[in-house]
């Protein structure tokens, strides 16, 4: 069974820091998907990164980076320049394609507080 | 820009009740979802439906569950007997095969 661990339940960072949050995860197909949620209060859903695993090269958005170890089955969130609306639940999230269902497998969340 | 809605935002129910939870996923998605968050721990697949019927379904969608498609928009989730413990946030999905595109959710209180 795929299996998604977040091991740190919170973490906080300081305005304008940068802040890394982990994930591991435990499957034995080589394709598929990961991706990083954030959750803010509102408990809306919103994606924030996508890495397909057959690419080597880590995904990017704006002040999101990620850091993916696919031997490792490492795939940890680098906020850089972290600002008050990054406050949110961050969950990690894998997915098999496999045609039909693909459904998403979500870890147990990091908490992240920014401070001003 | 499309998305995904939902509706009640929030549904207060007695136990023993029934209730449909309703999505309207984005217009050309053709699979769609449905995700429990209990307050304060991870969101958990409950379904998946393609092709007007289930394609994958977990533990927790027992028989007091079914999902249905009933006018080629809607995407609806019935609780036939709720019970305490179906307390949580709802969320429906729905995807173009590259990312699943959540609603804001339904947030169901069963007393």
């Known amino acids: 069974a795929q299996t998604v661990t977040q091991s740190q339940p919170e973490m906080s960072v300081q305005e304008a820091e940068t802040v890394t949050l982990s994930c591991t995860y435990d499957?034995?197909?080589?394709?598929?998907?990961l991706f990083w949620y954030k959750q803010p209060p509102s408990r809306q859903m919103i994606l924030v990164i996508r890495?397909?695993?057959?690419?080597?090269q880590n995904a990017t958005e704006n002040r999101f980076s990620v850091n993916f170890q696919k031997a490792a089955k490492s795939f940890s969130l680098k906020i850089s320049d972290s600002q008050l609306g990054d406050a949110a639940m961050y969950f990690c999230?894998?997915?098999?394609?496999?045609?039909?269902?693909?459904?998403?497998?979500f870890g147990k969340g990091t908490k992240l507080t920014v401070n001003p | 820009e499309p998305e995904v809605t939902q509706t009640p935002s929030h549904q207060v129910t007695q136990m023993g009740q029934e209730v449909i939870l309703r999505c309207v996923p984005i217009?050309?998605?053709?699979?769609f979802y449905w995700y429990r968050q209990i307050l304060g721990q991870k969101v958990e697949f409950l379904v998946s439906?393609?092709?007007?019927?289930?394609?994958?379904k977990s533990e927790i969608f027992d028989d007091q569950f079914s999902v249905e498609r009933p006018d080629g928009s809607n995407f609806t989730l019935k609780i036939r007997s709720t019970k305490l413990e179906d307390s949580a946030m709802y969320f429906c999905?729905?995807?173009?095969?590259?990312?699943?595109?959540f609603g804001p959710g339904t947030r169901l209180t069963v007393t």
């Open positions: 890495q397909e695993a057959y690419k080597q």
């Open positions: 217009s050309n998605h053709l699979y």
């Open positions: 439906f393609y092709n007007n019927e289930i394609s994958e």
């Open positions: 999230a894998y997915r098999i394609p496999q045609g039909g269902s693909e459904k998403l497998v």
């Open positions: 499957t034995s197909e080589s394709d598929y998907y």
């Open positions: 999905a729905s995807t173009d095969n590259y990312e699943q595109y």
